[in-house]
């Protein structure tokens, strides 16, 4: 059962360089991708641009209400105490990431599928958009098969691609979704 669970887990993933896919690009591979990051293209000679570490004020999320469960907010918690460890600020939970990645973790445990792309095509800056955060720069993490919240956050910052997102420090909101069933875990980074 373990080896099952650790081969639905996302352990391997790929971070794109701030720069969305080919929409016939972005459907071939978003099964096998476990996360990216969106932002605006840059310009010719213009390489990725990181924030400059800074000093953080606390590691908890700096607003709580709207976390549907204790798990969510504890993986917001561990992610937050990562992020000050890498000297980045902590994310400030905001309601409309947690509904975007709470349907979409939904959408993966009744469609039983595991893909940064939605049953009906949508991508996760898609769904972002759709919940009203407008947003600069955005990127997702999606896990099935952890059953807490520090086993998750374990198996994300032991991938490469997922630990780039979350401290990153670049990213200031973030909205985490659970559903038991899988269970399948999605985290909704953004920056406005």
Sequence with gaps: ?????????????LTALSLP?????????????ACRVLAPKPSAGHGTVRA???????????????????????????TNRARAANGCRPLTHDSRLHRAATRHSADMARGNYFSHTSRDGRTFGQRIKATGFAYRRAGENIAKGQGTASAVVKGWLDSPGHRANMLDCAFTHVGVGHHARGPHWTQDFASR
């Design 1 to 13: 059962m373990r080896r099952e669970l650790q081969a639905m887990a996302c352990v391997g993933c």
């Design 21 to 33: 896919a080919p929409a016939a690009s972005a459907q071939q591979t978003a099964d096998r991708q």
């Design 52 to 78: 400059r570490p800074v000093k953080p004020s606390c590691a908890r999320p700096a607003a709580s209400r709207g976390f549907a469960s204790a798990a969510e907010t504890a993986v917001v918690t561990l």
